[in-house]
């Protein structure tokens, strides 16, 4: 059997220590497209919003991570829930970087810009 941690299947005979390693490597991965994506946009290239942007993106994805864990049944998830769970994410960034530096159409748009490839990118893996 195997387990999903953000489009990553991990064998279940993972060590914690293995599992830290690739939630991790997931993370930085993450962080880093993310980051790049948002640094295409002139108004998102400046200190204050690449480092919103590491902080939001390590928080939502340790958070989806233990929130996949505690469903109890991180072996086998249903679309629908890893939808959900990709949703509130993508929500959750919107908000934190809206109230911090203002919402725009343009900020929505490069959420889920950044958001969509690292989903995509993470179930190519």
Known sequence: MSMIIKGMVMPESCTPLQM???????????VLLEGLVFCTAREFRNRAFLLTTVWVNVSTNLLLNLGIWLLGRPVELTSWEVLTGEALVWLAEYVVYGLRFGFSRKLLLYVCLANGLTYALSNLI
């Open 20 to 30: 830290a390693g690739i939630v991790a490597a997931g993370v930085l991965l993450t």
